[in-house]
């Protein structure tokens, strides 16, 4: 059974950093499609970074660019988003997923939530200006 629980959100003024964390447990994960998706209130769920650890691919939404850096810790299987200059718009609530369908012959990560088959509870990240 894939267990996936994030932490790390809060509340952090305009210009601040937070690292987000994903424990994941139940599978092997090193060969998945890992990533973070984010929602705010009233709008649908957007992608944000996802990697595939064996092929040290990463992939990430334009808005993010450049602020944010997705990692994979394998030996303890633990997915981070380090999220820094961070942004009144970054206010959502941020989800760990995995991909457990993604083609070995892929080097790339996918970034539609559809994708997806795991979900983690989601942690509550809020920038304030």
């Known amino acids: 059974q894939v267990q996936l629980v994030e932490s790390g959100g809060g509340l952090v003024q305009a210009g601040g950093s937070l690292r987000l964390s994903c424990s994941a447990s139940?599978?092997?994960?090193?060969?998945?499609?890992m990533a973070w998706f984010r929602q705010a209130p009233g709008r649908e769920r957007e992608f944000v970074a996802a990697?595939?650890?064996?092929?040290?691919?990463?992939s990430y939404a334009d808005s993010v660019k450049g602020r944010f850096t997705i990692s994979w810790n394998n030996a303890d299987n633990t997915l981070y988003l380090q999220m820094n200059s961070l942004k009144p718009e970054d206010t959502a609530v941020y989800y760990c997923?995995?991909?457990?369908?993604?083609?070995?012959?892929?080097?790339?990560?996918?970034?539609?939530?559809?994708?997806?088959?795991?979900w983690g509870q989601g942690t509550q990240v809020t920038v304030s200006s």
């Open positions: 990697l595939r650890w064996s092929t040290d691919s990463t």
């Open positions: 997923a995995a991909d457990s369908s993604l083609p070995i012959g892929r080097v790339r990560p996918r970034t539609g939530p559809v994708n997806y088959d795991h």
């Open positions: 139940g599978r092997t994960f090193s060969t998945y499609g």
